[in-house]
């Protein structure tokens, strides 16, 4: 049944995610101007907290499902704080790959580790079938070569899910993704960016010279190039079908918070924000206001339905890159436009408004583009190929 | 718990209802609007339906099913699919008898319901839109006086639709500050009509306007009676309903300029292989959906028996905004042809600019 309410149990768990966030907003500040600092793998406060799966402890039938609860934690989440969590939560989009495309014995044996993904070079980063990183099979072993960046929790990782090709002549059907540990010979991180904002986020560029990995370190263990098909890289990129809806909740967490902030400033300053009127009782800036609320609900609404079909099992890769793109427009144009709603207090660093539009700008480029997002949805609406829309 | 399962019913709700407007409203629909009018067999096509008198109780003749809300959220956008004038001319009936029902007082109800089971079309119509800049539904210029236990109405209403067949209107007018709404009959004394309205866009819908002069009414003629009635409630499932009318037109005109640009070629390839008209389209389907889930929320919220001004509120305007972005995206994807009226996309983008100023007329 079509429902948008929130059970009590819903509420009591998202109150918790709040409670939190706004402990982790307090250090917001510190980490966003020591970018070269790491946030403690666990803050103070976080000891009278209970483990996120004590919160959802109780979950019935009758609660919103698991799959729309994350999107709405991750947005709870970083309306605190985009980067600074109460409890490092082991995992990251590595981890996310090889839960995907991992055999049961890989899973076994890494999903332990948190995982970072490399996937953008400095010569390619939407179209990965350019990538120039190479592992050959020597012996018993893959032998890596050449460099990554962008690498987000690089640093903070413990390995990394890695994509290279084995057979650069194949295209896309020759990239493979491999498991690199931290350690290993051969691999090393070069560097931490220096970022314009989710600077508590640590993001890397690694370097691989000679790289041996055992052959069994690739991902999924299907080592053939099939010449007529993407082979196993359409079965990767599906990753991002899960993980597209919670970085655009992550990014709308932020928006909502500059939303809040600019709000209160607004009502403070005397300026009477209604509904259910016409435009024309409303002040100029309530009305801009209202709109970029409005923005808000629909692109949040937008995520909820790519994860509510994710967790009802259904096909979701469409809609994942409506909400993606979506969302990355809307935060963008959500902070800039509280910012341009309130004027010279805004750009001041005494308010975190300032950082969250800095800090969401990031949600409409990483785990792809607004513009590859658009090629997707284009192509999956006029049932085109990707040599039929480029 | 969030949601967004259709129940079976639903589901066969919207299938017959995708139906009927492919077969019942799309055929017809550029005629109505080239001749500005309607045809009976339609209304009667429309009215067989049931979609009026299902929800209206067993004891006055209806199918006494529950009230839905997002059902009715449902049937809108398929209906608006087909053609939006089409659409609310066939829904305008239903807007004045959920009105009724939801908020009407036990008289009123069995005096008015009734009409609306017999198997003829009965029209009555709401009568929110006034015209004259700066409109503001809440605080309409038509004004109620009140004398003892008497009212006294005056002002005038636009935009009124299927007004020259309709028994009654439901007028929205202040009364000492506050918004009331007023049972009004065809042929209360002071009640004139004006000729039929002619309109930019939803010509197909015959509308007209209500010169209202010191109409006498009794408490029993005010929405709830003595009791009185939650009118902003009333605006909020008007919004929600043309949330998803605009949903349904702005679908229209996707799923009608994708295929068009997959067919025209221009520089060896069609169209819609260049990305700057795939991006295009990629947005029309990005905000149709999303305007989509707004209009469901709202309705949902109004299902649950919540507060949801504010959501209708924010379903109403966004959905407004991107309809007329559709429409006008639509268009320029057709170029010349999108200007040429044998082509439905210029009568869409002036229905998207039309619709997106009212309020009233229909409801979820």
Redesign the interface.
Known sequence: ???????EH?RQVLGQIRAEALVCRRYARHYDENEHEFPPDELEEAGDFPTLLETLRGRSE????MA?MSALIAAGQSWGDYAVRMRRGRGALGNAALRAAGTPEQQERWGHLTLAMAITEPGCGSDPSQLKTSAVLDGDEWVINGEKIFVTTGCRAEGVVLWATIDRSAGRAGIKSFLVEKGTPGFAVAYKEKKLGIRADDTAAYVFQDCRVPRGNLLGGDESVPRESSGGFRGVMKTFNMTRPLVAAIGLGMAEAALDLTREALEQAGVEIA???????QSAAAERF??L???Y???L??V??AA??AG?GEPNNL?SS?CK??AGAAVREITQGCIELLGPMAVSRDHLLEKWFRDVRITDIYEGTG?I???I??RS??D?TRD??? | MISFGLSEEQELVRATLREFARDAMRPIARECDEESKIPEEFLAQAWQLGLVSTQIPEAWGGGGEPRSPVTHALLLEELAFGDAALALAALAPAGFAHAILDQGSEEQRRRLLPAFCESSPHSAALAVNEPGPGFDPRRPRTQARRRGDRYCLTGRKCLVPLAERASHFLVLASCEGALEAFVVARDAAGLALSPPEKSLGLRGLPTRSLELTEIELAVEDRLGGAAGADVQRLLDRSRAALAAVMVGLSRAVLEYAAPYAKERRAFGEAIAQKQAIAFGLADMHIETEASRWLAWKAASQLEAGAKATRAAHLAHRYAAGQCMRIADQGLQVLGGHGFIREHPVEMWYRGARTLGVLEGMVSV
């Open positions: 049944m079509i429902d948008f309410e929130l059970s819903d009758s609660d919103t499902p729309v509904y259910g009127g016409g435009t024309h009782g209202v709109r609320e409005a923005l609900e629909a692109a609404l937008t909820l339905r509510w079909l009802e809609e409506v793109a979506k513009e997002q658009r090629l949805i284009a609406l006029l085109y039929e829309l480029r």
